[in-house]
């Protein structure tokens, strides 16, 4: 089993290994997020992913657009991690018994050319299968 996360560590993992999957650079996230209405610069990708800024729950949503992926892949654990747990401020421990695959992540209902979003009112997110 792997070391307990924070639910923000869990969260900056997360955004980072996204970012990878999709092969982004910090500064073409906060492009993406920038089209989508947020004032990002790449130090706030790099603030966010070291752990020093924290997401709001808008900026959650706007990540997952961005990232082209659902809202709750950003904040559960993958199953490529093994088994992580997710410590609270309480101490308690949260252990995950569902956990996702990366080569099941469904395309999302934006269309990205480059940097700037083209909405594709046809599209529905695919069912997402869990380990």
């Known amino acids: 089993m792997t070391a307990d996360k924070t639910p923000d560590e869990m969260l900056a993992g997360n955004i980072a290994a996204a970012r990878a999957r999709r092969k982004l650079q910090q500064s073409n996230l906060a492009a993406r997020?920038?089209?989508?209405?947020?004032?990002?610069?790449?130090?706030?990708?790099?603030?966010?992913?070291?752990g020093n800024r924290r997401v709001t729950a808008a900026e959650l949503y706007g990540l997952a657009i961005a990232l082209e992926?659902?809202?709750t892949l950003l904040v559960v654990p993958w199953a490529d991690e093994g088994s992580p747990t997710v410590r609270l401020p309480s101490g308690l421990v949260l252990e995950f018994s569902v956990q996702f695959r990366a080569h099941n992540v469904p395309a999302s209902a934006v269309l990205w050319e480059g940097d700037v979003?083209?909405?594709?009112?046809?599209?529905?997110?695919?069912?997402?299968?869990?380990?």
Do not use: C, H
């Not at 920038?34 to 070291?50: C, H, P, S």
């Not at 979003?117 to 380990?131: K, M, N, Y």
């Open 117 to 131: 979003p083209r909405f594709d009112d046809t599209a529905t997110l695919q069912t997402i299968e869990s380990a």
């Open 33 to 50: 997020m920038t089209a989508l209405g947020y004032k990002w610069v790449r130090q706030t990708v790099g603030e966010i992913e070291n």
């Open 69 to 71: 992926i659902p809202v």
